[in-house]
């Protein structure tokens, strides 16, 4: 497209963004049948994955499941040797919500091919290019995240 408008381009990029959301959302779901999971349980632990450790609280809130649904989700990541529930130090009645010492080797080991694909991908980009595409990656989580606590205060 040599000759494209920026009207065009935009259109493009707009189009190129939300093809790129809906195919990872379908990566991630087939990714979490394959697993034995579902999408929450995955994202639960990439949350886990970030934090270190969570309250059963912020994962609730995180996931937005009820306190009962955490309860189940917890109970078939624990029974899947993902997560393990320890003792709060700060609220003896608590509980707090860490990986497991394998799960992040078992979870990487899931998504190395996919990995090993996005790092051929992005090492065809010159310098350049990725401060650009870095730079718009973290322009739409700032968006996303603006849009989403919108919702959340209506």
Avoid at 72 to 89: H, T
Avoid at 96 to 107: D, F, H, Q, R, Y
Wanted: aromatic residues 8%.
């Amino acid at each position: 497209m040599p000759n494209s408008t920026k009207a065009e381009l935009k259109k493009r990029a707009l189009i190129a963004v939300a093809e790129y959301g809906a195919h990872l959302t379908m990566f991630r779901n087939a990714m979490s049948e394959w697993a034995g999971l579902n999408i929450t349980d995955m994202e639960c632990l990439r949350l886990l994955f970030q934090k270190g450790i969570a309250t059963p609280s912020e994962l609730a809130r995180f996931t937005g499941l009820t306190s009962g649904a955490t309860t189940a989700m917890l109970d078939r990541l624990e029974k899947a040797g993902l997560i393990e529930r320890r003792p709060n130090p700060d609220d003896r009645r608590g509980t707090l919500i860490a990986p497991t010492k394998s799960s992040n080797e078992k979870v990487a080991a899931w998504f190395q091919a996919a990995r090993k694909a996005q790092d051929e991908l992005i090492s065809s980009y010159s310098e350049g290019e990725l401060e650009i595409i870095s730079d718009v990656f973290e322009r739409f989580v700032k968006l996303w995240d603006g849009e989403r606590e919108k919702l959340q205060r209506e």
